[in-house]
Nanobody
Framework: EVQLVESGGGSVQSGGTLRLSCAVTAGSYSRLSLGWFRQSPGKEREGLAA???????TYANSAKGRFTISQDSTKSTLFLQMSSLTLEDTAKYFC???????????????????WGRGTQVTVSS
């Protein structure tokens, strides 16, 4: 069974940086597409960044230039490096996994198959 456990959230001042981690247990699957999402109260869940099985990465406009998605060499940990954080980045951040391409999942308006429980990021002025 695929398991995802996020960590690294916390409180940070506006303009600061934070790196989120997601421990990935892929179970019987050799490769997974992975992504970072976030949701704040009253807002729809937003896809931020994805890394496909072939290593290609995609970013939402809100993340481009400020966030970087990456994996460690063993593909057991997913990262989201965030910089130039603003108050609008305050949200609960989730990692997610799927067997399909994450960009295709999002384009179809579908949900990834597996989700972590999330980690809270709070940006203050």
């Amino acid at each position: 069974e695929v398991q995802l456990v996020e960590s690294g959230g916390g409180s940070v001042q506006s303009g600061g940086t934070l790196r989120l981690s997601c421990a990935v247990t892929a179970g019987s699957y050799s490769r997974l597409s992975l992504g970072w999402f976030r949701q704040s109260p009253g807002k729809e869940r937003e896809g931020l960044a994805a890394i496909e099985k072939d290593g290609r990465t995609t970013y939402a406009n809100s993340a481009k230039g400020r966030f970087t998605i990456s994996q460690d060499s063993t593909k057991s940990t997913l990262f989201l490096q965030m910089s130039s954080l603003t108050l609008e980045d305050t949200a609960k951040y989730f990692c997610a996994a799927d067997l399909r391409r994450m960009v295709d999942v999002q384009a179809a308006g579908a949900d990834p198959l597996w989700w972590g429980r999330g980690t809270q990021v709070t940006v203050s002025s």
